[in-house]
């Protein structure tokens, strides 16, 4: 039986009192007691007055769920610390209610070589959550030769992308894929998978938003959609050829959502994520060309919307990710057509589902924490149900808060949210990492 929390005071010891848990298995009102890295005991919050710990924490009307986790972040640096650094970016994932992220390794250099990765491992080190470098599938990301992957998933590396570039050479990515294969064993045993930014550069090239209406009315050049469909379609043929893993990232239109959905059906090795601009943002948005709405894959038309919103809720899609892509307010004023693509979402990404998505908070804490934990192979610490003896990365939410978006106020050095003045539901109130908090009601701690 588990024991009653005043009966377990803990050195260091930290109680959250009053909410109502929600895991993968399923929700109940319970205090959570956690010490040493560990929770300690859940009990029934019969009556949380005499609990004996050496912080108490509110969750009255709140959620306490597993941490969050991103597949999908720039954190910049090594190379870009003008708009972004792991401790920023660490700890605006943190205020999201994040305790883990996988940052891409579009950095300068490109994270392709065990020392690039031990170096933002340091960096790493006493961030506000844990970040895990994924690693570029081919050097420098140019698609031409395979990166020493072996090597770094010694050091726990468990997901390569050329992000920012899909591979765009089917016997490359062949080849990539089979390697990929063999390396769950120098990865204690967890899933390396890889993922592709499905983008056929001949198509694109020479876009910066979505090929269709809105592109003829501002005379923009436009990526269409099936530049990224046909990428989608070869690697699926590819996860068929070889029996490997290949997750699909930031997915943005119906076509591809319909050919993953059919993957699955045949059952298929593959995973997807959405982000929430392409579930909640259309490329009417560009209509003044405001470069902060300038993305990579662009923002979609709403039909395409509606099936990455159908892609959540039928589960064809495994996760939300916010592709957080900081940018200083100097790159960001250049003309739409050469100002980067990329927008902050790490601060936003729990309220915008919650806000947007008609979908139970059971569901979005699924794809928003224990499934991109489980795809990112980081299951044995992150999204685990909150149960005596797990790891206590935990985050507590307020529903029922409101708030307006406001780039001034977010923990990134950077200023390019697209929300800037919305008003959301939804805020995390505490997030705990290793059970100490490292924010509380609303306020980083480190």
Same mark, same amino acid.
């Given at each position: 039986?588990?024991?009653?929390?005043?009966? %377990?005071?803990?050195?260091?010891?930290?109680?959250?009192?009053?909410?109502?848990? +929600?895991?993968?298995?399923?929700?109940?009102?319970?205090?959570?007691?956690?010490?040493?890295?560990?929770?300690?005991?859940?009990?029934?919050?019969?009556?949380?007055?005499?609990?004996?710990?050496?912080?108490? @924490?509110?969750?009255?009307?709140?959620?306490?769920?597993?941490?969050?986790?991103?597949?999908?972040?720039?954190?910049?640096?090594?190379?870009?610390?003008?708009?972004?650094?792991?401790?920023?970016?660490?700890?605006?994932?943190?205020?999201?209610?994040?305790?883990?992220?996988?940052?891409?390794?579009?950095?300068?250099?490109?994270?392709?070589?065990?020392?690039?990765?031990?170096?933002?491992?340091?960096?790493?080190?006493?961030?506000?959550?844990? +970040?895990?470098?994924?690693?570029?599938?081919?050097?420098?990301?140019?698609?031409?030769?395979?990166?020493? !992957?072996?090597?770094?998933?010694?050091?726990?590396?468990?997901?390569?992308?050329?992000?920012?570039?899909?591979? $765009?050479?089917?016997?490359?990515?062949?080849?990539? @894929?089979?390697?990929?294969?063999?390396?769950?064993?120098?990865?204690?045993?967890?899933?390396?998978?890889?993922?592709?930014?499905?983008?056929?550069?001949?198509?694109?090239?020479?876009?910066?938003?979505?090929?269709?209406?809105?592109?003829?009315?501002?005379?923009?050049?436009?990526?269409?959609?099936?530049?990224?469909?046909? !990428?989608?379609?070869?690697?699926?043929?590819?996860?068929?050829?070889?029996?490997?893993? +290949?997750?699909?990232?930031?997915?943005?239109?119906?076509?591809?959502?319909?050919?993953?959905?059919?993957?699955? $059906?045949?059952?298929?090795?593959?995973?997807?994520?959405?982000?929430?601009?392409?579930?909640?943002?259309?490329?009417?948005?560009?209509?003044? #060309?405001?470069?902060?709405?300038?993305?990579?894959?662009?923002?979609?038309?709403?039909?395409?919307?509606?099936?990455?919103?159908?892609?959540?809720?039928?589960?064809?899609?495994?996760?939300?990710?916010?592709?957080?892509?900081?940018?200083?307010?100097?790159?960001?004023?250049?003309?739409?057509?050469?100002?980067?693509?990329?927008?902050?979402?790490?601060?936003?990404?729990?309220?915008?589902?919650?806000?947007?998505?008609?979908?139970?908070?059971?569901?979005?804490?699924?794809?928003?924490?224990?499934?991109?934990?489980?795809?990112?192979?980081?299951?044995?610490?992150?999204?685990?149900?909150?149960?005596?003896?797990?790891?206590?990365?935990?985050?507590?939410?307020?529903?029922?808060?409101?708030?307006? %978006?406001?780039?001034?106020? !977010?923990?990134?050095?950077?200023?390019?949210?697209? #929300?800037?003045?919305?008003?959301?539901?939804?805020?995390?109130?505490?997030?705990?990492?290793?059970?100490?908090?490292?924010?509380?009601?609303?306020?980083? $701690?480190?």
């Amino acid at each position: 039986m588990t024991p009653r929390l005043a009966a %377990v005071p803990r050195s260091g010891s930290v109680a959250i009192r009053g909410g109502t848990v +929600v895991d993968s298995n399923g929700s109940r009102r319970a205090d959570v007691l956690v010490g040493d890295g560990r929770i300690i005991a859940v009990d029934a919050a019969d009556d949380a007055s005499d609990v004996t710990a050496d912080r108490v @924490l509110d969750a009255s009307g709140c959620l306490v769920a597993p941490g969050l986790v991103d597949l999908h972040v720039h954190l910049r640096q090594p190379g870009r610390e003008d708009a972004e650094t792991i401790e920023t970016g660490a700890r605006g994932a943190a205020l999201g209610g994040f305790t883990a992220v996988v940052a891409m390794p579009n950095t300068t250099p490109t994270i392709d070589c065990a020392a690039v990765v031990r170096e933002v491992q340091d960096l790493s080190d006493g961030a506000c959550c844990d +970040v895990y470098p994924s690693a570029a599938i081919t050097l420098g990301r140019r698609g031409e030769e395979l990166a020493p !992957m072996a090597e770094m998933a010694r050091l726990g590396v468990r997901m390569f992308t050329d992000d920012g570039a899909g591979v $765009q050479s089917s016997r490359v990515m062949r080849r990539a @894929l089979e390697y990929a294969s063999g390396l769950d064993h120098l990865a204690g045993g967890a899933a390396v998978v890889l993922a592709q930014h499905c983008e056929v550069e001949e198509l694109s090239e020479g876009g910066c938003m979505h090929e269709g209406e809105w592109s003829s009315r501002l005379g923009l050049g436009g990526q269409p959609a099936e530049a990224e469909e046909l !990428m989608v379609m070869r690697d699926i043929a590819l996860a068929r050829l070889t029996g490997s893993r +290949v997750h699909f990232q930031h997915l943005s239109t119906a076509g591809s959502v319909a050919m993953v959905r059919a993957a699955k $059906q045949a059952g298929l090795p593959v995973t997807a994520e959405a982000t929430t601009h392409h579930f909640t943002l259309t490329d009417s948005c560009c209509a003044d #060309y405001d470069t902060v709405f300038k993305v990579h894959p662009p923002l979609r038309t709403e039909a395409d919307v509606a099936a990455i919103r159908a892609g959540l809720s039928d589960g064809t899609i495994d996760a939300i990710a916010t592709d957080h892509a900081p940018h200083t307010s100097a790159d960001k004023e250049k003309p739409f057509d050469s100002a980067p693509p990329g927008m902050l979402g790490l601060e936003t990404a729990l309220a915008l589902a919650l806000t947007e998505l008609d979908l139970p908070a059971e569901q979005i804490l699924a794809l928003m924490s224990w499934r991109p934990a489980a795809i990112a192979g980081i299951d044995d610490r992150h999204g685990r149900p909150v149960a005596p003896g797990e790891p206590a990365n935990l985050c507590v939410i307020d529903p029922a808060a409101e708030w307006t %978006v406001s780039g001034e106020d !977010m923990a990134s050095p950077s200023r390019n949210t697209p #929300y800037e003045g919305r008003r959301l539901k939804g805020r995390v109130r505490h997030t705990l990492l290793d059970a100490a908090p490292v924010v509380i009601d609303g306020e980083a $701690q480190r």
